[in-house]
């Protein structure tokens, strides 16, 4: 199956900006938001992503503040924590399922702290996202 890897430029309201790496195949049974675990750039999940798209999952690979393709990095200046990663950055990675592909079926998950907020996030929204999908993400509790 073809897979396309391409990036798409996101900004939060507050000016933040930073790429999702979409890898995708022609034709997509269903979309995986995937969200990386701390310090884990993206692009370091993209052969995960190109075998998941080769079975038909179009994945988009969320990019956290501060780390990779991040406008951001950590300072005095520059602050967040987990509200803002769930009220401002999530949402419009997530939006770009529904602009890309609006007929299928959205899952979401993540890798270590990733799967966690993959968890909270689903739990925000629990009617947007038909799976959950978590690896080595421990529970908090």
Same mark, same amino acid.
């Given at each position: 199956? *073809?897979?396309?890897?391409?990036? @798409?430029? +996101? *900004?939060?309201?507050?000016? #933040? ?9 022609? #034709? ?5 938001? %995937?969200?990386?675990?701390?310090? +884990? ?7 995960? *992503? ?8 179009? +994945?988009? @690979? #969320?990019? %956290?503040?501060?780390?990779? *393709? ?7 200046? #520059?602050? %967040? !924590? ?7 950055? @999530?949402?419009?990675?997530?939006? @770009? ?12 998950? !993540?890798?270590?702290? !990733? ?5 909270? /996030? ?10 959950? %999908? ?6 908090? /509790?």
């Amino acid at each position: 199956m *073809s897979v396309q890897t391409d990036t @798409l430029l +996101v *900004s939060a309201a507050n000016g #933040h900006c930073w790429q999702v790496i979409r890898c995708a195949p022609l #034709h997509p049974t269903t979309t995986l938001l %995937w969200l990386p675990a701390l310090g +884990v750039a993206a692009r370091h999940y993209q052969a995960f *992503s190109q075998a998941l798209a080769s079975t038909g999952v179009a +994945v988009y @690979l #969320h990019e %956290w503040r501060g780390n990779g *393709s991040s406008t951001l990095r950590p300072s005095r200046e #520059h602050d %967040w !924590g987990y509200r803002t990663l769930l009220a401002d950055d @999530l949402p419009a990675s997530h939006a @770009l399922l529904a602009i890309h592909a609006p007929q299928l079926p959205r899952m979401v998950g !993540g890798h270590s702290l !990733g799967g966690q907020l993959a968890c909270c /996030y689903a739990a925000l929204h629990p009617m947007q996202f038909a799976q959950l %999908w978590l690896v080595a993400s421990g529970s908090p /509790y």
